[in-house]
């Protein structure tokens, strides 16, 4: 392999072209970067239409575009709320709000701090004696200063029912979803410690002055984390320049990046599992940063990435060796402080300096995404794959599952803004159409390609179509009929994704009697529901994570991005209690599933039990079997009910299929077909013991088959 005299340069193009092929590549990365801060938009502007004061922001790999598949990078979520205000000088304090003042001394650790909580009605300090009057477990009293804990925030978010885990934590709530959220406060200031960065010029010529400006403005966060050898375990707080470091991530030109993905496949594949995981990514974020900063920006290209990859590999040695990562920000920080023992040191030296040697022999070894076998491919040194996955699917798989990801984050929202009205029409009605309305102004207020623009566009489809059907409900027990503001909300919600808000007026359409319009919207949305292409999306439950696509959604996605949303998923029907008039008395009964003993057995996030919830397509074959069934159309009707054994027997995505069971039960009651109905409660209670309706319906339906037992006897 190194016998070509034009060795380096060889085998950079050829892993440059290995790297492109798992979409390491400039598409990708603007389409990850773009995905994330939707995301991070959708759920602070989700806060600020519920009045809250939070704002979410995704750091790390995923928002930076710089991971892959194999990698299985985590989403890092920080939140903080705006109603608390860190300064660094009393000349920053602001009276009504409740401030916190940074002091940082000989007593703590470079990059750390102790937050003092002050008064809001003057700038003075709050009196030490308060505490003994007024207790509050997120404060002590140390040095003559009431101090911040850095458990003051996990006290809150436990008292809220979030789950702990470290410094984050976990709820079902926006921001959050399936990862951890670790909460901060945030100055508006760039810290004292960080001011000789803005200055500092190494002859890279990196980062620009327009980018220090810019960082600059971005002030900074604190951390509820310690240091490693900080005297202050419960007091110290970590300050955070992620978003000045997102700056930096994204000017990064592609091999830079291809250059970081590398040094953390090494880092995963033979580096940490063999010395307890001692080095971070974050470290080899810092010596990129490092390395960049202090080497001529013409030698970052694509043939010369295996020289660059040395050239970083050679500086984390000499870190090691001298058992000192500088921050980049702040390089009075060691990073490496407290984490390495001795025996780890050499251990970690050892595999570095072998990995150098090989002069890129070693990266022939990496499996994730088949880098070592696709490099051999290119170097024409090993056999083709038995099965080899092409950059275009590659592609698309990825993209399809950042739309899911996406897909998943409305449905989070839209379980929080349900919850977070009382269950009664009226009010129900008047906050939602609040919602409606603020939500028209935001975007007509937005420029025309904005993230806040296309986040809104994506949020109030779903809110249209449950105002749509409230007011109808409301409607049909009234007066028998469906108001022109009703439609008017279902039309503005169908197009929310392929089938619930079409279902929604639908539903509407069948409880009001009118069954030859409830045809023709349930026959529209059959021929949009393709089942080759089309997947379902459901946060209610906590479920496996899949990670397989069908092929036609991942054809799908390889165009588009967020606006193939209403063309390829489909969200469960979710209906509130004041929703009652629209919903077919099969599955209003979903409404009073849990008896008060299953009340006490919810988690957190099972708030939707108290609502009817059902998956897209199962709901699509029960409102057509009683549809047709109204239209005395007897074949269309018994094809339906085909169709629902068949989707209930098939589709592995269900998040309600107790619910989907307890539906065909029903059909099979009105089929007198009372022991597959009994069949298919067992089976639902089987899925899920409590809070299911199954528990009832068991009843009636063996009170109904005892009573027939009883007439045929007589």
Same mark, same amino acid.
């Given at each position: 392999?190194?016998?070509?005299?034009?060795?380096?340069?060889?085998?950079?193009?050829?892993?440059?072209?290995?790297?492109?092929?798992?979409?390491?590549?400039?598409?990708?990365?603007?389409?990850?970067?773009? &995905?994330?801060?939707?995301?991070?938009?959708?759920?602070?502007?989700?806060?600020?239409?519920?009045?809250?004061?939070?704002?979410?922001?995704?750091?790390?790999?995923?928002?930076?575009?710089?991971?892959?598949?194999?990698?299985?990078?985590?989403?890092?979520?920080?939140?903080?709320?705006?109603?608390?205000?860190?300064?660094?000088?009393?000349?920053?304090?602001?009276?009504?709000?409740?401030?916190?003042?940074?002091?940082?001394?000989?007593?703590?650790?470079?990059?750390?701090?102790?937050?003092?909580?002050?008064?809001?009605?003057?700038?003075?300090?709050?009196?030490?004696?308060?505490?003994?009057?007024?207790?509050?477990?997120?404060?002590?009293?140390?040095?003559?200063?009431?101090?911040?804990?850095?458990?003051?925030?996990?006290?809150?978010?436990?008292?809220?029912?979030?789950?702990? !885990?470290?410094?984050?934590?976990?709820?079902? &709530?926006? +921001?959050?979803?399936?990862?951890?959220?670790?909460?901060?406060?945030?100055?508006?200031?760039?810290?004292?410690?960080?001011?000789?960065?803005?200055?500092?010029?190494?002859?890279?010529?990196?980062?620009?002055?327009?980018? #220090?400006?810019?960082?600059?403005?971005?002030?900074?966060?604190?951390?509820?984390?310690?240091?490693?050898?900080?005297?202050?375990?419960?007091?110290?707080?970590?300050?955070?320049?992620?978003?000045?470091?997102?700056?930096?991530?994204?000017?990064?030109?592609?091999?830079?990046?291809?250059?970081?993905?590398?040094?953390?496949?090494?880092?995963?594949?033979?580096?940490?599992?063999?010395?307890?995981?001692?080095?971070?990514?974050?470290?080899? #974020?810092?010596?990129?940063?490092?390395?960049?900063?202090?080497?001529?920006?013409?030698?970052?290209?694509?043939?010369?990435?295996?020289?660059?990859? &040395?050239?970083?590999?050679?500086?984390?040695? =000499?870190?090691?060796?001298?058992?000192?990562?500088?921050?980049?920000?702040?390089?009075?920080?060691?990073? &490496?402080?407290?984490?390495?023992?001795?025996?780890?040191?050499?251990?970690?030296?050892?595999?570095?300096?072998?990995?150098?040697?090989?002069?890129?022999?070693?990266?022939?070894?990496?499996?994730?995404?088949?880098?070592?076998?696709?490099?051999?491919?290119?170097?024409?040194?090993?056999?083709?794959?038995?099965?080899?996955?092409?950059?275009?699917?590659?592609?698309?798989?990825?993209?399809?599952?950042?739309?899911?990801?996406?897909? !998943?984050?409305?449905?989070?929202?839209?379980?929080?803004?349900?919850?977070?009205?009382?269950?009664?029409?009226?009010?129900?009605?008047?906050?939602?159409?609040?919602?409606?309305?603020?939500?028209?102004?935001?975007?007509?207020?937005?420029?025309?390609?904005?993230?806040?623009?296309?986040?809104?566009?994506?949020?109030?489809?779903?809110?249209?179509?449950?105002?749509?059907?409230?007011?109808?409900?409301?409607?049909?027990?009234?007066?028998?009929?469906?108001?022109?503001?009703?439609?008017?909300?279902?039309?503005?919600?169908?197009?929310?994704?392929?089938?619930?808000?079409?279902?929604?007026?639908?539903?509407?359409?069948?409880?009001?009697?009118?069954?030859?319009?409830?045809?023709?919207?349930?026959?529209?949305?059959?021929?949009?529901?393709?089942? !080759?292409?089309?997947?379902?999306?459901?946060?209610?439950?906590?479920?496996?994570?899949?990670?397989?696509?069908?092929?036609?959604?991942?054809?799908?996605?390889?165009?588009?991005?967020?606006?193939?949303?209403?063309?390829?998923?489909?969200?469960?029907?979710?209906?509130?209690?004041?929703?009652?008039?629209?919903?077919?008395?099969?599955?209003?009964?979903?409404?009073?599933?849990?008896?008060?003993?299953?009340?006490?057995?919810?988690?957190?996030?099972?708030?939707?039990?108290?609502?009817?919830?059902?998956?897209?397509?199962?709901?699509?074959?029960?409102?057509?079997?009683?549809?047709?069934?109204?239209?005395?159309?007897?074949?269309?009707?018994?094809?339906?009910?085909?169709?629902?054994?068949?989707?209930?027997?098939?589709?592995?995505?269900? +998040?309600?299929?107790?619910?989907?069971?307890?539906?065909?039960?029903?059909?099979?009651?009105?089929? =007198?077909?009372?022991?597959?109905?009994?069949?298919?409660?067992?089976?639902?209670?089987?899925?899920?013991?409590?809070? =299911?309706?199954?528990?009832?319906?068991?009843?009636?339906?063996?009170?109904?088959?005892?009573?027939?037992?009883?007439?045929?006897?007589?």
């Amino acid at each position: 392999m190194s016998r070509d005299p034009d060795y380096y340069q060889t085998v950079s193009l050829k892993l440059s072209e290995v790297l492109n092929d798992i979409c390491v590549n400039e598409r990708m990365i603007l389409k990850r970067r773009r &995905m994330a801060l939707l995301s991070e938009t959708m759920v602070t502007s989700t806060h600020r239409l519920l009045g809250e004061n939070i704002s979410i922001y995704h750091f790390g790999s995923q928002s930076e575009g710089s991971t892959t598949i194999g990698l299985k990078s985590d989403a890092d979520t920080l939140g903080y709320s705006s109603e608390c205000n860190v300064i660094q000088d009393w000349s920053e304090w602001q009276p009504g709000w409740t401030s916190l003042l940074m002091i940082q001394d000989e007593t703590t650790s470079p990059g750390y701090c102790l937050l003092q909580w002050l008064r809001n009605d003057e700038p003075l300090p709050v009196p030490t004696a308060s505490l003994d009057h007024n207790p509050d477990s997120r404060l002590t009293v140390s040095r003559g200063k009431v101090l911040l804990k850095n458990t003051g925030l996990i006290d809150v978010a436990l008292a809220a029912g979030c789950v702990i !885990n470290g410094p984050a934590l976990s709820q079902g &709530m926006p +921001g959050i979803g399936d990862n951890d959220m670790v909460p901060a406060h945030h100055c508006k200031s760039w810290p004292a410690e960080a001011q000789p960065w803005l200055v500092r010029q190494g002859i890279g010529r990196w980062p620009t002055e327009d980018m #220090k400006r810019y960082c600059e403005t971005t002030g900074y966060f604190v951390v509820a984390v310690s240091s490693k050898n900080g005297q202050h375990e419960e007091l110290e707080w970590r300050i955070s320049t992620s978003q000045a470091e997102r700056c930096l991530m994204f000017s990064l030109n592609i091999t830079q990046l291809r250059c970081y993905i590398l040094m953390k496949m090494i880092l995963k594949t033979f580096i940490n599992p063999r010395c307890d995981g001692v080095l971070s990514s974050f470290m080899c #974020k810092t010596v990129l940063f490092h390395c960049i900063q202090n080497t001529h920006s013409n030698k970052w290209v694509q043939s010369n990435l295996l020289a660059c990859l &040395m050239c970083c590999l050679t500086v984390l040695q =000499n870190f090691l060796r001298q058992e000192n990562c500088p921050h980049f920000v702040i390089p009075e920080n060691n990073l &490496m402080a407290g984490r390495i023992s001795p025996h780890n040191k050499v251990r970690v030296f050892e595999v570095l300096q072998k990995i150098t040697q090989s002069k890129g022999r070693s990266l022939l070894e990496i499996p994730m995404d088949d880098l070592g076998m696709r490099l051999q491919l290119k170097m024409n040194m090993g056999e083709a794959f038995q099965y080899h996955v092409t950059p275009a699917q590659m592609y698309a798989k990825i993209s399809s599952r950042m739309l899911v990801n996406i897909a !998943n984050g409305i449905s989070v929202i839209h379980i929080y803004i349900l919850v977070s009205m009382h269950d009664e029409n009226k009010m129900v009605y008047e906050r939602l159409s609040d919602f409606t309305l603020t939500l028209t102004r935001m975007y007509r207020a937005m420029g025309f390609n904005s993230l806040e623009k296309s986040a809104v566009k994506l949020l109030a489809p779903l809110l249209s179509s449950s105002l749509g059907s409230v007011l109808a409900s409301h409607n049909i027990y009234t007066t028998h009929s469906i108001s022109p503001e009703a439609r008017g909300w279902f039309s503005v919600g169908l197009n929310s994704d392929v089938a619930s808000g079409r279902l929604k007026l639908a539903s509407a359409l069948y409880c009001v009697g009118d069954m030859e319009r409830a045809e023709f919207v349930l026959r529209n949305t059959e021929g949009k529901y393709d089942l !080759n292409t089309v997947e379902s999306v459901c946060d209610c439950c906590e479920h496996p994570m899949m990670y397989y696509s069908r092929q036609g959604f991942e054809h799908k996605c390889y165009t588009g991005i967020e606006e193939m949303i209403q063309h390829t998923i489909a969200f469960c029907v979710r209906f509130l209690r004041c929703e009652t008039c629209c919903v077919p008395k099969e599955l209003q009964s979903e409404m009073f599933r849990s008896t008060h003993e299953d009340m006490l057995e919810r988690e957190i996030h099972e708030c939707w039990m108290d609502w009817a919830v059902v998956d897209s397509l199962p709901y699509l074959y029960f409102l057509q079997y009683k549809t047709y069934g109204a239209l005395q159309r007897v074949a269309d009707q018994q094809h339906a009910l085909a169709n629902l054994v068949t989707t209930i027997d098939t589709e592995s995505k269900l +998040g309600h299929r107790e619910t989907a069971l307890n539906l065909l039960g029903q059909c099979m009651e009105q089929e =007198n077909r009372h022991i597959d109905a009994l069949r298919c409660y067992m089976i639902s209670l089987n899925i899920r013991p409590r809070n =299911n309706a199954a528990k009832f319906l068991i009843c009636i339906v063996l009170n109904e088959i005892v009573n027939r037992q009883e007439n045929t006897l007589n």
